[in-house]
């Protein structure tokens, strides 16, 4: 399983970016993703998922602000951040895993290798 992430950038407060997570390998459909983020220093932070079903949710922090969405053969989630503020900058990461293993371990497997965002 590999998992790839674009569109990270620098922005200056109030703009936009939208995140790609492409992922390869999977051979079911039954396929969770999330976004997350990190700050050095500090825990990371659970952005949107991707549940079984298909239907994409964003973490109250980034509510009215974020949206995820994702392709129909859910191979792509997108994370798109409107309104960004400097305390939206962190590494941004891809994860995947299996929705009956995700339930049963509570846990990502398979993480991107993260894209910078900066908010200035």
């Known amino acids: 399983v590999q998992l790839v992430e674009s569109g990270g950038g620098s922005v200056q407060a109030g703009g936009s970016l939208r995140l790609s997570c492409a992922a390869s390998?999977?051979?079911?459909?039954?396929?969770?993703m999330g976004w997350f983020r990190q700050v050095p220093g500090k825990e990371r932070e659970g952005v949107a998922r991707l549940q079984g079903d298909g239907t994409t949710s964003c973490a109250d922090s980034v509510k009215g602000r974020f949206t995820s969405s994702t392709d129909n053969a859910k191979k792509t989630l997108y994370l798109q951040m409107n309104s960004l503020v400097p305390e939206d900058t962190a590494m941004y990461y891809c994860?995947?895993?299996?929705?009956?293993?995700?339930?049963?371990?509570?846990?990502?497997?398979?993480w991107g290798q993260g894209t910078q965002v900066t908010v200035s």
């Open positions: 390998g999977y051979t079911d459909r039954s396929r969770c």
């Open positions: 994860a995947a895993e299996y929705c009956p293993t995700l339930r049963l371990k509570g846990e990502y497997s398979a």
